[in-house]
Nanobody, 123 residues
Framework: QVQLVESGGGLVQAGGSLRLSCAAS????????MGWYRQAPGKQRELVAT???????NYADSVKGRFTISRDNAKNTAYLQMNSLKPEDTAVYYC?????????????????WGQGSQVTVSA
């Protein structure tokens, strides 16, 4: 199994910055897509940003120009740099990864979620 461990998050005032990290555990991994999603109270989980292995990115319109996703493929780690935070960015942020790994002489696909990180932005 591939596990994702998140770190970062916390409480910040509007206009401030935070950085989230997400590290995938496991060997012989190839992670095709890593991304961040968020879920605010009473709302559905929504995409924030994704990044392919080759570096192509996709952002929600609401975070374009403020958030930056990056990856260290050698470390199987993704980051989300969040700048100019707004109260409406308050949510639990989840890391997601999809890819494959080799085990028992077979290629196996996976899709995993992190445990979630609370981000709270005060006005």
């Amino acid at each position: 199994q591939v596990q994702l461990v998140e770190s970062g998050g916390g409480l910040v005032q509007a206009g401030g910055s935070l950085r989230l990290s997400c590290a995938a555990s496991g060997s012989r991994l190839t992670i095709n897509l890593m991304g961040w999603y968020r879920q605010a109270p009473g709302k559905q989980r929504e995409l924030v940003a994704t990044m392919t292995f080759g570096g192509n990115t996709n952002y929600a319109d609401s975070v374009k120009g403020r958030f930056t996703i990056s990856r260290d493929n050698a470390k199987n780690t993704a980051y989300l740099q969040m700048n100019s935070l707004k109260p409406e960015d308050t949510a639990v942020y989840y890391c997601n990864a999809e890819g494959y790994y080799y085990s028992d002489y077979r290629t196996k696909t996976f899709g995993s979620w992190g445990q979630g990180s609370q981000v709270t932005v005060s006005a």
